[in-house]
């Protein structure tokens, strides 16, 4: 079965304090691994796609990584304001079926 | 990338009752998705929205309950018929660009009472 699970559930981080988020994924085949943001009340913003093994994509303070069972959303040096949701999704190969974990809350505290 | 407006962005409906949730997007696009976010849960697929035929549904949701317009490559609708508390949700529409990046509308938070 297809399946997408995102540790951990919920973090707390100090503003500067360094941490990385796991996506572990079982899909029949990847077409490809989004990550995005949610913030309370609103829509996903896309932050990422990764489509193979060693891909490794940054933007500010955020950098995603893959390999062939997990993906990693490293953050350095966080701010408040990358307090939100984070979100990842298996895409399965020739489909357009994406897989979601229940994401990762994180609060970076000032 | 993509802009995608949805209406209403909250609503609270009388149990029995059908509500129409709007989608529009800023330019053509192939593919169109609705979603569904039960509280605390990440995301659900509901359907694929074809432009021209009748809408792929995933295991679980069906046309009658769930009915979906796709009337040209940037408008759908989806209707939540009959509606009971259990519909309550935030439902999304989301699109997916040439560059295969999908993106989400901010979601009809439906409280149904």
């Known amino acids: 079965e297809d399946q997408v699970t995102q540790s951990p559930e919920a973090l707390r981080l100090q503003e500067g304090e360094s941490s990385s988020l796991n996506c572990s994924y079982t899909?029949?085949?990847?077409?490809?691994l989004f990550w995005y943001r949610q913030d309370p009340g609103k829509g996903p913003e896309f932050l990422f796609t990764?489509?193979?093994a060693g891909e490794e994509k940054e933007k500010e303070r955020l950098k995603a990584t893959l390999t062939k069972k997990e993906s990693f959303l490293h953050i350095t040096a966080p701010k408040p304001e990358d307090s939100a949701t984070y979100l990842c999704?298996?895409?399965?190969?020739?489909?357009?079926?994406?897989?979601f974990g229940t994401g990762t809350r994180l609060k970076v505290l000032a | 990338s993509a802009v995608i407006s949805q209406k209403p962005s909250r609503d609270i409906c009388q149990r029995g009752t059908s509500l129409t949730i709007q989608c529009q997007v800023d330019?053509?696009?192939?593919?169109m998705f609705w979603y569904r976010q039960q509280p605390g849960q990440s995301l659900t697929l509901i359907a694929t929205?074809?432009?021209?035929?009748?809408?792929?549904?995933e295991s679980g949701f069906v046309i009658d309950k769930f009915p979906i317009s796709r009337p040209n490559l940037t408008f759908s609708t989806l209707t939540v018929s009959n509606m009971s508390p259990e519909d309550s949700s935030i439902y999304l529409c989301?699109?997916?660009?040439?560059?295969?990046?999908?993106?989400f509308g901010q979601g009809t938070r439906l409280t149904v009472v």
């Open positions: 330019s053509q696009v192939t593919m």
């Open positions: 899909v029949s085949g990847l077409r490809g």
């Open positions: 929205a074809n432009q021209g035929s009748e809408a792929t549904y």
């Open positions: 990764l489509y193979s």
């Open positions: 999704a298996a895409v399965v190969s020739g489909t357009y079926k994406y897989i």
């Open positions: 989301s699109v997916e660009t040439v560059d295969t990046e999908a993106f």
